[in-house]
């Protein structure tokens, strides 16, 4: 009897022993950029949480709200507010909402042809993103650098037919976000976003011949977010995986990987909810 209450235990403790890492919270990210070595620092350091986070990457912006949405991954971390509220609007069955800021990566305009912004030419061509919010975005910055003038009702989802006057006759192309920088060489200047500019090699802090300023109000809709379905907002798992990215050993990889390139940006949750319901009124 002995002997067999020997072997129970040691067959116990065998399966402990290779079942230990059952208790591991399994957690998919999935991110639409290259700027991403602040997740691979939480990724290293939510191990110690027995947190196994998978990060999941696309290249398509219009993929990572439909994969949280339909269940294949758990969180994303690649758009703004105004984007996630466009895609809310759009999308009227999806449960998504912020759980918090990442950064504010400023949009820039780029050129292999010109040093500076005030040597556009008339008839110069621009590609800009093709998305509802991030076009209105480009605009606003093609209006910001003097070169268009916008309607005043243009607000965050105007298009190309909301310019009212365009002075140096600028052919504007709207494309896909991905393609904005790949199209350098075949236009005269372009609007791109940050993480699409970093993942083409480009300093997007040194960059660009002229750069959104990211002091005004104006901006906050362009805050970069983390999303979860709505049923997942008081997680705890996700809440500690955002504690980890808002800590010093993150926060230190963000700015050496985008060369402080982007600003940080941690709200609470009620400036969050105050960013939203100015989207929505």
């Known amino acids: 009897m002995k002997k067999i209450i020997g072997l129970i235990l040691a067959t116990l403790i065998v399966l402990a022993a290779c079942g230990g890492g059952g208790n591991n919270k399994k957690v998919t990210l999935g991110v639409a950029s290259n700027d991403i070595a602040a ?4 990724k290293e350091l939510a191990k110690k949480e027995n947190i ?18 339909d269940g294949d991954i758990d969180m994303n971390a690649f758009q703004h507010f105004a984007f996630l509220n466009e895609y809310k609007k759009v999308h009227k069955d999806a449960k998504i909402e912020a759980i918090s800021t990442t950064v504010l990566a400023p949009l820039g305009i780029y050129s292999k042809k010109v040093k500076d912004i005030k040597d556009i030419k008339d008839g110069a061509e ?9 076009q209105a975005r480009a605009l606003k910055l093609l209006e910001s650098a003097g070169l268009l003038k916008l309607k005043d009702n243009f607000g965050l989802n ?17 494309v896909d976000a991905q393609q904005t920088a790949r199209a350098l060489d075949d236009v005269d200047f372009s609007v791109i976003n940050n993480g699409v500019a ?3 090699g480009l300093n997007a ?30 997680n705890k798992t996700f809440k500690k995986i955002i504690e980890l990215y808002h800590g010093k050993e993150a926060q230190e990889a ?8 982007e600003k940080a940006v941690n709200l609470s949750d ?10 929505t009124k």
């Open 39 to 42: 997740w691979e620092k939480v």
């Open 52 to 69: 196994d986070i998978e990060i999941k990457h696309f290249s398509d912006y219009n993929v990572p709200n439909k994969a949280l949405s």
């Open 126 to 134: 621009v590609t800009i993103p093709n998305d509802v919010s991030n």
């Open 158 to 174: 105007g298009t190309i037919k909301d310019i009212q006057s365009n002075p140096k006759n600028i052919k504007i192309k709207a």
């Open 198 to 200: 970093t993942k083409a």
């Open 205 to 234: 802090k040194k960059d660009p011949i002229y750069l959104e300023k990211i002091t005004s109000d104006a901006v906050k809709p362009y805050i970069n977010v983390v999303a979860v379905n709505s049923k997942d907002k008081d």
């Open 254 to 261: 963000l700015k050496k990987d985008t060369k402080n390139g």
């Open 270 to 279: 009620k400036a969050i909810k105050e960013i939203e319901d100015s989207l």
